[in-house]
């Protein structure tokens, strides 16, 4: 049965039951907005009085700057996509999620694992060399490609054929090939190298250069990313602090706008030295006052002189939330006000109630994952509100 969506489109890969990881796509985009908003007011109702501003849409498709492809099928057919239940490549070039632009380097990139010889990995056998490709689009539309590889075996055939890739799609900045050796069910391992004399993606959102190196993490929906940032300095303007830290900062997307939008000293903290390198580029090249060091949020806090408890904390954790270790760190700081980007309503819940003396007052959910379940939320909390 071929099942309407959002806007009178339908997806391929949906109808024809290759692919079902958009849980929602059967239901109407103003029904999936207003029930995550429900589901999540709901779940943050027993810790205050929120005021909760109107929901920021996505795109209901064409939305994700990146796309994370594994490569199956054969040399002269591979696959661009998932696995499926038997471990088998499943295309999805045809997926409706990804950015017009992103999507149309997928059969130029399909062609060129077949002209460099790129045997596509077989799971069941423990055979092959290419496993994944990952490709990211910037707002202004450059990319970043990567080839996931299990050895170097194929690396000079990489290099041999690439000016030839960049010739057919001379928007790529940056080019790598990342070596996974392991058979585990893992995205991309340690070692990367670059082909490409640019080392890091441009991401200007916001009028801030925010530079994306490999084994970066960058939102995948830039225009939703752009609100959320754009949502935490208004509301940390409202109220200047003097000095804020941001905690799990990534690439610096909050550190950065917090700093352009406040006088405060900011610190951003995150473990991947390669997103401490492209916040240090964007706070330098934009000239604000950012410092940036690479190190366990949790670790940092609680190593940290009294002395130095800023006005405010932002946190931005994965899915499984800031722990109570943080939450802990933070109920008994004496920080003031926080600001909490969560992925995973549930897990804010949980972090929520390991610190009752910062009580969130406003919040604002914005879909950075439409046909799906997820989405983001922003709140703000403040001690004895």
């Known amino acids: 049965m071929v099942v309407p969506y959002a806007r009178g489109v339908f997806c391929p890969a949906y109808d024809d039951g290759r692919c079902r990881s958009c849980t929602l796509l059967a239901v109407p ?4 907005l207003a029930g995550k908003a429900a589901h999540t007011a709901g ?21 994700r700057n990146k796309a994370k492809l594994v490569v199956g099928g054969t040399l002269d057919a591979p696959t661009l996509g998932i696995l499926d239940v038997d471990h088998r490549g499943v295309d999805l070039q045809d997926c409706l999620l990804y950015e017009e632009r992103l999507a149309a380097t997928f059969p130029v990139l399909a062609a060129f694992v077949t002209r460099a010889g790129l045997v596509p990995y077989a799971v069941p056998e423990r055979s092959g060399e290419l496993k994944h490709l990952l490709v990211t689009v910037s707002p202004d539309g450059e990319l970043m490609v990567r080839f996931v590889l299990r050895s170097t075996e194929s690396l000079a055939r990489i290099r041999k054929h690439l000016p030839a890739l960049l010739a057919e799609l001379p928007q790529v900045a940056v080019a790598s090939v990342n070596v996974l050796p392991a058979h585990a069910a893992l995205l991309e391992g340690e070692r990367e190298i670059l082909l490409t004399e640019a080392s890091a993606l ?8 925010l530079w994306l190196r490999p084994q970066g ?13 754009r949502q935490a300095a208004t509301w940390l303007a409202d109220d200047p602090p003097a000095s ?9 997307g909050f550190a950065l ?5 406040t006088r405060a000293r900011v610190l951003g903290v995150e473990t991947s030295e390669a997103a401490v390198a492209g916040a240090r580029s964007s706070a330098a090249s934009a000239g604000l006052d950012a410092e940036f060091v690479a190190g366990d949020a949790t670790a940092f806090a609680l190593g940290a002189p009294a002395a130095d408890v800023p006005e405010v904390v932002v946190v931005n954790p994965p899915r499984r939330g800031i722990g ?13 006000r926080v600001l909490y980007s969560s992925c995973h309503a549930e897990s804010l819940a949980t972090d929520l109630a390991a610190m009752p003396s910062l009580r969130p007052v406003r919040g604002r959910l914005l879909d950075m994952f439409p046909q799906t379940a997820h989405d983001e939320v922003l709140v703000e909390l403040r001690r004895g509100a």
């Open 202 to 209: 441009r991401m200007r959102l916001g009028g801030i250069d």
């Open 324 to 336: 109570a270790a943080l939450a802990g760190w933070l109920e008994a700081s004496g920080v003031p």
């Open 244 to 252: 804020l830290w941001d905690l799990y900062c990534g690439v610096g």
């Open 29 to 32: 985009y103003h029904e999936q």
């Open 217 to 229: 993490f960058f939102q995948t929906n830039s225009a939703v990313a752009a609100a959320l940032y």
């Open 43 to 63: 779940l943050l109702a027993p810790f205050g009085d929120i005021a909760w501003e109107a929901p920021v849409p996505s795109a209901p498709a064409g939305y």
């Open 257 to 261: 706008h917090a700093a352009a939008a």
